[in-house]
């Protein structure tokens, strides 16, 4: 049976990099997939970017008010339409799965559309996001995959100090800032916004004991 499965991580937990992992494992045994992200996310513009160095290209980009599951059968249709053309044995002329970067900019909407993507249209989709913003508050995205998904993975990656990292501080300008809108793209804005993973203990440390921003 198909799943939903959402790994989420603080930054650079290697997401992204588990994502172009997962969709090569898939293309290496002759199977079709789908990458898309929301559209919100401007950095690497069209393309998932993996701090490895890593890129490739989106299927699509996911805009705030759109239909997900709509889009997903346009773009299934697309690929199965040019499995045809090309006389493709039957295992790989259909999409096996669907892949997603960034899911926490996903509306919680757009979350039950991933979930009747994979009951009943029987496609897994694997999503891939952070859990919580800069304040430690959910992204409305992550919330509703917490909620909704199969299965559930947590990707580790360390603090400055050592400890596992949890947290996602903000930095402006290399200074850390703890109030603002919830979505800053990193490296893109005249400021400079950057991202630092932290655990709890650094957290506080840095925040002066706030943790809602």
């Excluded at 045994?29 to 513009?45: C, N, S, Y």
Aim: hydrophobic share 40%.
């Amino acid at each position: 049976m198909a799943k939903l499965y959402f790994r989420y991580g603080a930054m650079n937990s290697g997401k992204s990099t588990a994502l172009l992992q997962a969709a090569y494992n898939y293309e290496e045994r002759g199977q079709r997939v789908l990458l898309a992200k929301p559209a919100i996310d401007t950095k690497g513009a069209g393309e998932v970017s993996s701090r490895l160095g890593m890129t490739r290209p989106v299927d699509f980009l996911i805009g705030p008010d759109a239909d997900l599951r709509a889009l997903f059968a346009e773009h299934r249709d697309r690929v199965r339409s040019a499995a045809a053309d090309e006389l493709l044995p039957e295992a790989s002329t259909d999409v096996a799965c669907l892949l997603i970067d960034e899911a926490q900019f996903l509306t919680r909407e757009q979350v039950d559309d991933l979930l009747r993507i994979v009951v009943l249209d029987g496609v897994p989709v694997l999503a891939y996001g952070i859990r919580t913003d800069f304040r430690t508050h959910a992204f409305p995205g992550s919330a509703r995959l917490m909620e909704l998904a199969h299965s559930l993975e947590e990707l580790k990656t360390i603090c400055r100090c050592g400890r596992k990292a949890l947290f996602n501080a903000r930095l402006v300008g290399g200074r850390f800032v703890f109030d603002g809108d919830q979505v800053a793209i990193d490296e893109l804005t005249p400021d400079r916004v950057t991202y630092e993973s932290m655990c709890a203990e650094c957290y506080l440390r840095e925040s002066g004991g706030r943790l809602d921003g």
